[in-house]
Each structure stands twice: as structure tokens, then as C-alpha cells.
């Protein structure tokens, strides 16, 4: 079955950097473009990034564009998002989602906490 397993979350101070990974298992992962979607603690949810299959056609969310980078290894299944100059609104659970259109799956989440 679809396994999307994050990790990499954690405390960290305004200015930071923190490296988010989605190890996925279960489907053809070469195969599918990946989002990176948070949520803000008693906020909605909010798209940060998504990844085309291969690598290409990255976008980011005005609200991160410039400070995270997201890649992917298709050999390793595996998704990263990269994020740098982090601030207290980066705050909230981080979610890898598969497929650029469907959101068919997601993961459990990590925490991402920005606090001095």
C-alpha cells in the first residue's frame, strides 16, 4: 500500500534551517509529481511547494519562495524540502501529498517549530 513517511521536524530558532524528507513507498514514485503541504496550528491548510516527476517544474507559495528549495532522489523514493530563514509563521505540521492534482495520499506529517 502507499506509505508516505516524513521526518526531519523538529524546534528550531527564527533564522534556522531545517531539511524535511518524505520516504514513500508503495507506488511508482518516479512516476508522480509531489507536494509539500502545512498547516499553521488552528489555521487551514496551506500548499507550500510541489515537484514534477522527474525534477522539473518546481513551484513554490509566495509565503516561502526564496528561502526553501524542494528536490527529490528518484532513486532513494524519496522527497526533501530544504528550508532556510526560517520564521515563527513557518510554524505547524509539514505534509509530503502525492500527486501534483489528485492529493490522493498523504503522510503523517513532522512538527515544524520556529521559537526562540
Known amino acids: 500500500q502507499v506509505q508516505l513517511v516524513e521526518s526531519g521536524g523538529g524546534l528550531v530558532q527564527p533564522g534556522g534551517s531545517l531539511r524535511l524528507s518524505c520516504a514513500a513507498s508503495?507506488?511508482?514514485?518516479?512516476?508522480?509529481?509531489m507536494n509539500w503541504v502545512r498547516q499553521a496550528p488552528g489555521k487551514g491548510l496551506e500548499w507550500v511547494s510541489d515537484i514534477g516527476s522527474t525534477g522539473g517544474s518546481i513551484y513554490y507559495a509566495d509565503s516561502v519562495k526564496g528561502r526553501f528549495t524542494v528536490s527529490r532522489d528518484n532513486a532513494k523514493n524519496t522527497l526533501y524540502l530544504q528550508m532556510n530563514s526560517l520564521t515563527p509563521e513557518d510554524t505547524g505540521m509539514y505534509y509530503c501529498v502525492k500527486d501534483r492534482y489528485a492529493y490522493d495520499y498523504w503522510g503523517q506529517g513532522t512538527q515544524v517549530t520556529v521559537s526562540t
Open positions: 508503495g507506488f511508482t514514485f518516479r512516476d508522480y509529481a
